[in-house]
């Protein structure tokens, strides 16, 4: 991000000492992702690389005078102060030009996916007669299968509202322990476990910076192609999706978790391109193999060769962390899983 890269070696240590570190760094990650505090965790792995990089850039505008130890520190408070007031401001922007939105979030999604329930009930409806007589008739039980689990989702996510709230709280204290610890006072001689520790944590960070940043931006572009196909280029066929703003936000929050998030995007945006007609669903299938075909090319390139992770690596560790911890599990599989590499790499085991 613009700044020296931190350490990742250590002085040699005992091996229970060793032992110790990998035992903390493993029991810390497995109760953060067995109580939910996996926001809070990546929000503080953001939070300190984003402070890191901020008090770089400030201590380089002053690059015309020397680089003292105060003004490096002051770069470093006004960093942290960015990165802990910022959200804030973007809360208080929101609340007063989109309140309805971020307030019925989990009611839009529970809407939609009541919408997709009747839609799988009525595929044969909107499906042309000659293609619907091809279906067999056992597809009328696959309906109303799916149909009842996408409104048993669509229920709980009614009450889902105190959740969801929770997982905002989280995930802003994890930025403001962030932000903190990127400040910190550096220790000027570290006992040798905290040496170990500081490793583990340094290449935790690394796993983070690799696969989290590189996801985000993938994302990121996926949701700006998305927007501009679904809020510019369908009307011009007057073709219009309901729900288009929340199926905005789920290919940003989808595209998150590698390959599957965008499984489960592109198998949404084509139901409900469906239940406007069969033209706008092939439309919105085709858009959504394309865009996706590019990214898988850049996640190739960005994130693969980073982490030296095949794809059916990925699969397999997501399938096994989604079954142990359920969806939170599924987001965590990608990072935690590049971190085990490193950590078996630098050890020489793989």
């Known amino acids: 991000m613009g700044m020296p890269a931190a350490p990742v070696s250590a002085p040699s240590a005992p091996l229970g000492v060793r032992v110790a570190s990998y035992a903390l760094m493993a029991g810390a990650l497995w109760l953060l ?18 402070t890191r990089w901020l008090a770089w850039q400030f201590a380089r505008l002053g690059r015309r005078k020397p680089l003292t130890p105060l003004l490096l520190r002051w770069a470093q408070i006004c960093a942290a102060a960015l990165v802990m007031l910022a959200p804030l401001a973007l809360l208080m922007l929101g609340l007063s030009h989109s309140r309805g939105y971020i307030t019925e979030a989990p009611q839009q999604y529970r809407e939609l996916l009541d919408y997709l329930a009747r839609t799988v009930l009525e595929l044969r409806l909107k499906l042309p007669s000659d293609i619907a007589a091809l279906l067999p008739e056992g597809a009328a039980e696959i309906q109303k299968t799916l149909a009842s689990y996408l409104a048993a989702k669509a229920g709980t996510l009614a009450v889902a509202g105190r959740a969801w709230l929770g997982g905002l709280l989280h995930a802003y204290v994890g930025l403001l322990i962030g ?24 290449r935790f960070g690394d796993a983070f910076r690799q696969i989290v940043a590189a996801q985000f931006w993938i994302a990121a572009f996926n949701t700006a192609l998305t927007a501009v196909f ?17 199926l905005i936000t789920l290919t940003f ?38 865009i996706h075909k590019a990214e898988y090319v850049i996640n190739a390139k960005v994130v693969g060769q980073r982490t030296h992770m095949g794809v059916w690596e990925l699969l397999a560790v997501m399938f096994v962390a989604e079954a142990v911890f359920g969806p939170a599990g599924l987001v965590a599989a990608p990072l935690f899983y590049a971190y085990l590499k490193k950590e078996l790499f630098a050890a020489r085991l793989v």
């Open 230 to 246: 679904l809020l510019g280029v369908l009307p011009l066929w007057d073709l219009h999706l309901p729900y288009s703003p929340a």
């Open 33 to 50: 992702l067995g109580h939910g505090l996996l926001p809070g965790l990546l929000f503080a792995c953001l939070g300190f690389l984003v």
């Open 179 to 202: 932000a903190l610890a990127a400040v910190r006072p550096v220790a000027s001689a570290h006992r040798p476990l905290a040496q170990q520790l500081h490793l583990r944590i340094t």
């Open 253 to 290: 929050v989808a595209g998150l978790v590698p390959i599957v998030g965008n499984l489960v995007c592109n198998a949404v945006i084509t139901l409900v391109g469906l239940s406007v007609s069969p033209a706008a669903a092939v439309a919105c299938l085709g858009f959504l193999i394309l």
